[in-house]
């Protein structure tokens, strides 16, 4: 069964500029997570969606947004980028319907903002 | 929210078993212990969970304290692919069936030839 993939793996942009990544989950998952990752912050929640729903929302500003597709495909978005905007963001995909399912991880969009 | 505490970093020589600790004190009756780990910047990489019982896959052994206020992973035999930032986490279970997994900054395991 194929993994997480997220596209693109690298991205530059500038400060005011905005952008999209994308997730595919593993066949079958319905739950996409996002996460953010700078150094010294550790994993940061950014929105969890299920069934085309956003379920739970972590502490980003609105500039931070998302949506799910109906294949379950994720993608989310980032608005007028900041430099502290630069990191790397991180898509789980779970089963999504018991408490204690398993979250697994893509390799990550690696975003730098200039 | 239970929080978990890590040693920072942690050696280990290959083919020894490497025990990396995580401290949870705080961890309430419903809540997991999952255990991930990271290499280089990579997605990361599901190693193993549990709850009150300990657990055993094929890649490590999960070892939980009696009052869970702790647990212990376990790589049997550590080779240097197993060089990695490990991360110990509580999963809390929010109201509607919503969850959040709690990150800190995990355990750097070095393993050195």
């Known amino acids: 069964k194929a993994g997480v993939t997220q596209t693109p793996r690298y991205l530059i942009k500038t400060r005011g500029q905005q952008v999209t990544l994308s997730c595919s989950p593993i066949s079958g998952h319905r739950s996409v997570s996002w996460y953010q990752q700078t150094p010294g912050q550790g994993l940061q929640f950014l929105f969890e969606?299920?069934?085309?729903?956003?379920?739970n929302k972590g502490n980003f500003p609105g500039r931070f947004s998302g949506r799910q597709f109906s294949n379950s495909r994720s993608e989310m978005n980032v608005s007028t980028l900041e430099l502290g905007d630069s990191a790397l963001y991180l898509c789980?995909?779970?089963?999504?319907?018991?408490?204690?399912?398993?979250?697994?991880f893509g390799p990550g969009t690696r975003l730098t903002v200039l | 929210d239970a929080k978990t505490t890590q040693p920072t970093s942690m050696d280990c020589a290959e083919g020894r078993a490497a025990n990396l600790p995580c401290n949870h004190s705080t961890i309430s009756g419903n809540e997991y212990v999952y255990w991930y780990r990271q290499i280089h910047s990579q997605g990361p990489q599901y190693i193993i969970h549990?709850?009150?019982?300990?657990e055993t896959n094929e890649m490590a052994s999960l070892i939980i304290t009696e009052d869970r206020k702790s647990s212990t992973l376990i790589l049997p035999h550590a080779t240097l692919r197993d060089t990695a930032v490990y991360y110990c986490?509580?999963?809390?279970?929010?109201?509607?069936?919503?969850?959040?997994?709690?990150w800190g900054l995990g355990t750097s395991l070095a393993v050195n030839p």
């Open positions: 789980a995909s779970s089963l999504g319907g018991q408490a204690s399912d398993t979250q697994y």
């Open positions: 549990g709850l009150k019982n300990n």
């Open positions: 986490i509580v999963r809390r279970l929010d109201a509607g069936n919503n969850r959040k997994l709690i």
């Open positions: 969606y299920f069934s085309e729903t956003q379920r």
